[in-house]
Structures are given as C-alpha cells and as structure tokens.
C-alpha cells in the first residue's frame, strides 16, 4: 500500500513515534493513521539503524473539511441609521436575529475579533446575519443610536430592538464562547 503525503519526511517521523494511532492536520484536513503490528528488516532509531524492530501496517483514511459549507462568511458593512433601518425591517419581517459587532479600524481587540466572529457566522450561516459597523466611518447618529461606549461591542438585534450586548474587552477566544451563546438564546 502506497501513501500520499505532502511531506514525506513528516509521515515517516510521525508513524515511528506513535504506537496505536496518529492524526496528520494539513489546511483543515486530516490524515488519520492506524497501525497493526508486524515484523521488518531495519528502522531509524537513537541515531542507529535498529535490525528486527516491530513493523507497522497502517490504514490510512482522510477525512476531508465539509466543502458544501464556507468556512468564513465575510461580515457586511452596515453604514447609516437607512441601511440599520432596511436590515432590522428585513430581519423582522424573516423573523431571524441580527449580530451587528460595533469596531474600530485602530481597536486592536476589534481587529482580532473580526475573523473569529467570521468564522463563527458560517456556523450560524442560514440562522443568524452577521454585520459591522466602523465607528469612525459612519455618523455619530448611527453610533448613538446603538448605545456604544466601548469598543468591540458586539450586539443581537431581534424583532427591531437590541436584545443583548457584549463588551469583548477579554480575550477573542472568551468572547467567542460568550457570543456563541449568547447567539444560542434567540436562534
């Protein structure tokens, strides 16, 4: 049996150095490896070739990314109080939450938050629209009319009003965990 790997050398090391089973992670896919026990000819081993060690039979399975499903939905730009008016009306009329995340070009935290709250809006693709608004690149009517003193607030919008809010001062993985959740309570 042959096997295809995009760095041998990382195959041959990996099968050696595990005994029962031996996971290779590549861009989102898998190489899983199992092994069933034999006899071979020499293997590299403490910087010696090693005669009558334990030969290894493996099976090997890829188990590939959901392709069908995006893995990031980028988020759209919400830009004056007439387009959250058109947002909230649509989302009210599918009866369907909104997550508006209110950030800064220079919040450092809002940057790094961003991809994260993308990647979370494939989950939720079809269940909840995931929009930003850039405080300094919209009227302070908007930024009024949203409440927002801190930065990244993230809110959920449902049947035209703000239900619930998040300052995400922590760290992204917690505030991801919190948004998922909060998410959760009106999907």
């Known amino acids: 049996m042959s096997v295809l790997a995009a760095n041998s050398q990382i195959l041959y090391r990996d099968i050696y150095q595990r005994d029962q089973q031996q996971q290779l992670w590549n861009n989102g896919s898998c190489l899983l490896l199992q092994k069933n026990c034999g006899y071979f000819g020499s293997v590299w081993r403490h910087r010696k070739w090693n005669k009558n060690t334990a030969r290894r039979d493996w099976r090997v399975e890829a188990l590939w990314p959901d392709l069908s499903r995006p893995s990031t939905v980028e988020m759209e730009p919400i830009n004056d109080c007439e387009q959250l008016d058109q947002i909230l009306l649509r989302a009210q009329e599918l009866s369907q ?91």
Request: glycine share 6%.
């Open 97 to 187: 939450p909104i997550l508006i995340d209110w950030m800064a070009a220079w919040c450092r935290k809002c940057i790094y938050l961003k991809p994260k709250l993308e990647k979370l809006a494939a989950e939720y693709d079809n269940k909840i629209k995931f929009y930003y608004v850039d405080v300094n690149k919209v009227p302070q009517g908007l930024v009024k009319r949203g409440n927002i003193s801190k930065m990244p607030t993230i809110q959920v919008w449902k049947d035209g009003e703000m239900k619930e809010e998040l300052i995400g001062g922590h760290k992204a993985w917690l505030v991801i965990e919190e948004v998922r959740q909060m998410i959760q309570k009106f999907v």
